[in-house]
């Protein structure tokens, strides 16, 4: 199977990227234009309606456990997984797209 991964440079889909290379998985790349609001698209929606970044970090830990990047369905440590994920890509893409704005 082969993904697609929609990403900007500088924004969380940084995190999906590494997860795909670290798992040796194929993807295609498909810029979007955060510049211009292409995120805001129906037909980006479509793709991904929550908007959110840890959702597909927590589905390919799920699709490939193999890899071991993400505890276990069940696990305890589950949610706090998923919380700092989502924390951790907050602060760092809010910081990513400050430091471009001074530019």
């Known amino acids: 199977m082969t993904y ?3 990403y900007s440079p ?3 889909s940084m995190a999906v990227h590494w997860m795909l290379i670290e798992m040796m998985i194929p993807f295609d790349a498909r ?3 955060i510049d211009v609001g292409a995120q805001r698209t129906d037909e980006y929606r479509r793709l991904n309606p ?3 970044v840890p959702t ?3 589905l390919l830990a799920e699709h490939h456990p193999v890899a071991v990047l993400a505890p276990a369905p069940g696990s305890s440590d589950r949610a706090e ?3 700092n994920a989502r924390e951790g890509l907050t602060d760092w893409s809010n ?3 400050s430091a471009n704005d001074n530019v």
């Open 50 to 52: 929550s908007g959110r």
């Open 31 to 33: 810029l979007v234009d």
């Open 4 to 6: 697609s991964l929609y």
């Open 95 to 97: 910081s990513a797209h």
């Open 10 to 12: 500088g924004a969380a």
């Open 56 to 58: 597909l970090l927590m």
């Open 81 to 83: 997984w998923l919380v």
